[in-house]
């Protein structure tokens, strides 16, 4: 297969569409972004990558990918407690979503919409002894690369205008699904969004979900075979929230969105590979990445379906 051609190909495709979807401004710092960025990165299962075109090395926000990144961490740690605390059914719900955890009583969902990555967060909180270091540590560890890092004006940015996140937060902790305080909570939590990544990092990243081979070899102090799957059977469910539907539809792969732009996706045994534009759609997603991964499944034939 060779991948270079179909990317340069999408690539060339995506730019010459009208630029539809708007960049997230709720989080006033991401607002700043330029809309018109485009990086696209492939890291093909045995090598040969990475892939890659557009701005595929310049670092943002990822935001919400970072909910697998603490799932992955929390499932290490033993995964029992997670799934008492957290369900795996798609929300059909916005990401932020309050109306589902007040009639389920504080649990929410799943990981990966905002109710799950704060009970995360809480749960990594009263395990890890340092539990911000501890986090970066791992996805250091993980990327591979050893200068990812929060950025504290996204992470602030946040803390100030998250109204709902509070607002979610404190009806779990009424129900008793969050045991730390909600400020420590939520400190953890805007800082795991704030985490920067490029695309070359996160297609780097996310081989992990897509080649056995290679979490076979980060060691049993990491995720089992089983738990890698069930990450990729979440991501396809709750992946893109009350679109998760239609991204397993148009995509066909398991993956994961954040309102920086960004989308990861992994092709089980093949690739695993990362989008970036800031422009998103009424649900959170971004616009062009999705139609990037759409195209990208097409071409190859490469899906999970
Ligand atoms: N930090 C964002 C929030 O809590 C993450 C949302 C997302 O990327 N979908 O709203």
Redesign the pocket.
Known sequence: MNYHHVLERIHSEIVSLSPVGKVAD??PELAKIDPNKFGFSLSPVGGGGPVEVGDATERFSI??IAKVLALALALAGGADEVWERVGVEPSGNP??SLVQLEYEAGIPRNPLI?PGAIVISDILISRLPSPKRDLLAFVRKISGCGTVTFNEAVATS?ACC?YR?IAVANLMKSFGNIRNSVADVLDFY?HM?SLEMSCRELAHTFLYFADPIRYNRMGSDFLTDAQVKRINAVMLMCGFYDEAGEFAYGVGLPGK????GGIVAVCPNEFSVAVWSPRLNRK?NSYLGTEALSRLTTLTGLSIF
Not at 257 to 260: D, W
């Open positions: 709720y989080i935001q919400s990401f932020n905002n946040e998250g996140n805007v969004c969105s954040g309102v920086g959170g």
